[in-house]
């Protein structure tokens, strides 16, 4: 059997080769309409606007909503621009209510408006409302799409309910159960709708330990329950319990995507919101922010060199070891950080021993700093051919090392403790005092020993 | 309505306090049996090993197995050792064959092989069958309980088969449709079951245009294809198409967080089998590979420094600037580099117009050069008194950020090209580069410029 995902990438590749081409024939059309929407988004996310606008008029009508739904969001306003009215009602009666509202959120507030007064009343109703929530919050990402069942209703009469309710609704796997205010009773599994008695009542088989959201919870969060609690789906209610909708581990999966490249782009400086192809200009507001920061933090270890300039000049190869070892604490302390970070969020908050993780970390610094002390101390002995500078390298590499990896570890916890996130981003606050502490301990040992350097 | 999180929350707090205290009466007997097994899980996770047993063994016999599958992997080993054969048995009857196969793998094989020996036969044998499988396939993560229905059975005879095997499969939402011998034909969704016409036959219902994957597929690209193509779950097949088991996309969700971890660590260098309370031995070798290439990549830096001593005798000024350069020219390129993998995964190996991408980070590193060069560089014109001080240091800032942004944009697209992961993890062979060019601009410019520095 031919590997499955090895035959869609070459038909992925036989398309956007025809395309580039130029190649216009029915075969082609074939093609297109055998690929799943999600293969067709990617095909639309590697072409450029005219050429994806273009393409996206040649999908298959049927596939339209879903293959929009899955494009990257900076193409959405272009493929709308595209598409006829006619087409408009047709894929907004087609798209998933959450999807539908996340697209309208990314239009101008005026084309957003034209199309929601296009679309059915009911609808446009239940977009508006769902584009009122924080987009990144439950309520902004879940759909009110789903089914609802009476808790007096009987197993029978359930299924009835849904095979009404259910022709609209799309992957669902869940009933959700309400009593006559609306508000959330319970949950019932179609597998346990289908494997109970048909004559008994849907409360007396429902689960009533429902792990629920209020909408104005972040996503992150949701997301979190959804790993912690494997869901497959989760309800949305108000603070008086009524059900408002429910989010769905697909979108889940999109959320934690979303949370990392977030978590990436956060820690190199890159604004999130930066568009693959920005301009220039839009990439220096996006990352000029940052590199101002790094200057001014730059600029602190800069200002401890300063003070010892005299002793530079007087022994100049001192200048040589500066960098290597502020680079060496200063991966020493990211590393401690990133072992720090990950045992906070797995012991959620409850930190356990600090005092006994900094020791273990000192430890392991003075270990790990011995070791590399003795090779740059050597090396720079031999180099210069005096026993002090290699003990003044040594030795300074020694204490910067074992120093930058308890304050790496301490750092986190001590975040953590006023209340900020500690999250491994924050390394940059790390590494300017791991420079300053390196420099600090270079220089004025140098600058002690300094007759003996000469 | 108090949030229900809130709620968890405060009971995991209780339960903690009274442990911490020593506590030991019912009432906190009352609390294990209310709280969720991920809950009890968070709670093993942050005690020690010894309270740890001890609280295992309060749980609720029901409650444990899946307990044991949620806890922190270090700790399976400890808490098995706690239970006797009897409890051995009943564990290990409720435990999912994939979380057994998961949990056998971690202990000694002599420990697996006595477990194996003491449960069902049949069972016994599945499990040893999944543990042949690597950890991290497709095999490995799938479990084989699932259920299935041949193609020739009507909806309502298909609802009959799957009450009887039904009752022993949790959380199955997808029912697979096979023929005689085996091979995957299709998948049929409950709900589609349920809104059919009771005597439609399973063949013409299902749905055969089903995502699949060999057991060895890597786990990564599992979790791509349950993110690209919304999965809840996927069939496992070997290459003649018979159907060995299903991958759920709970498991998908902890591959995804445990690769997000494995990510951070390489790239802070720190061994992703690194445990939580690693000795200062085991820390020390988890963490010097990684230190010692820093060392020579540092060293690289620094042999260039070197070859300047005597410019920076007597411009020693230049050494307060030489970090800083390096710093943002450093920064400027993991800026660069970050953007470029994300749209590298974006496009999926579709590179589009590489040449135009790295034109536009070359004009924004123009820009953004150009501002803080001239910030840096009135600085130390100013501070020296010289013009020509704030030319040489403001004009290498200048050229270092826009090589940097330049560089940085490239170097994933290089690695792309020679077949390489471009990840952000390479950033150390990124700063190393910036480092040394940084030095050599700074050096260079001073030196051909020295007679008016000085």
């Known amino acids: 059997m031919q590997d ?19 190649e216009d024939d029915c075969s082609l059309e074939a093609l297109i309409a055998e690929l799943h929407p999600a293969d067709l988004a ?34 959405w306003a272009g493929l709308l621009e595209g598409v006829d009215e006619q087409g408009i009602q047709a894929l907004f009666g ?38 009122r929530y924080d987009e990144e919050s439950a309520g902004g990402v879940m759909t009110t799409e789903l089914v609802r069942v009476p808790a007096r209703l009987t197993a029978d009469e359930a299924i009835v309910a849904l095979r009404h309710q259910g022709r609209e609704v799309r992957d669902f796997h869940t009933i959700y159960v309400v009593d006559d205010s609306g ?3 319970g949950t019932l599994g179609l597998q346990n709708l289908l494997v109970s008695d048909g004559e008994a009542r849907v409360e007396t088989i429902m689960s009533t330990d429902v792990v629920r959201v209020l909408p104005t919870v972040d996503q992150e969060e949701v997301a979190r329950l959804f790993a912690k609690y494997n869901l497959v789906s989760i309800p949305v209610v108000d603070s008086d319990g009524r059900l408002l909708g429910r989010i769905t581990v697909d979108d889940v999966i999109d959320i934690i995507e979303a949370e990392t490249t977030e978590d990436i782009f956060r820690q190199s400086g890159v604004d999130e919101e930066e568009e693959t192809f920005a301009t220039p200009l839009e990439i220096f507001r996006s990352r000029a922010p940052w590199l101002l920061i790094t200057l001014m933090t730059s600029g602190l270890g800069a200002l401890v060199i300063a003070q010892f300039e005299d002793t530079i000049r007087r022994v100049a190869f001192i200048a040589v070891f500066m960098p ?4 060496m604490a200063g991966n020493t302390a990211v590393q401690a950080t990133t072992v720090a970070v990950r045992r906070l969020a797995l012991a959620k908050g409850h930190s356990g ?9 000192l430890a392991a610094g003075f270990l790990i700093g011995g070791l590399i002390s003795v090779l740059l101390g050597a090396t720079a002995g031999v180099w210069q051919g005096s026993a002090s ?48 502490i390196s420099f600090l301990l270079v220089l004025t040992s140098a600058t002690y020993f300094l007759t003996r350097l000469l």
Request: no cysteine; net charge negative.
């Open 4 to 22: 499955q995902t090895e035959q869609t990438r070459e038909r992925i590749e036989w398309v956007r080769k025809a395309l580039a081409q130029g």
């Open 42 to 75: 990617e095909i639309i996310d590697g072409l450029d606007e005219d050429a994806g606008v273009d393409f996206f008029g040649r999908i298959p009508p049927p596939l339209r909503a879903e293959t929009l739904s899955e494009v990257d969001e900076e193409a």
């Open 94 to 131: 087609a798209l998933e209510l959450d999807d539908a509202a996340d697209i309208l959120a990314e239009l101008s507030q005026d084309d957003a408006r034209e199309i929601l007064s296009r679309i059915e009343p009911e609808e446009s109703r239940e977009i508006a409302a769902l584009m």
């Open 183 to 185: 508000n959330l009773l």
């Open 324 to 327: 290597v070892v502020a680079a």
């Open 353 to 361: 021993r600090p005092a006994r993780s900094l020791l273990r970390e």
């Open 389 to 436: 500078a290699g003990l003044v390298v040594g030795g300074s590499m020694w204490a910067a090392m074992s120093l930058g990896a308890t304050w790496g570890a301490a750092f986190p916890l001590l975040l953590d403790r006023l209340g900020f996130d500690p999250a491994v981003s924050s390394s940059v606050f790390l590494t300017t005092m791991t420079d300053m």
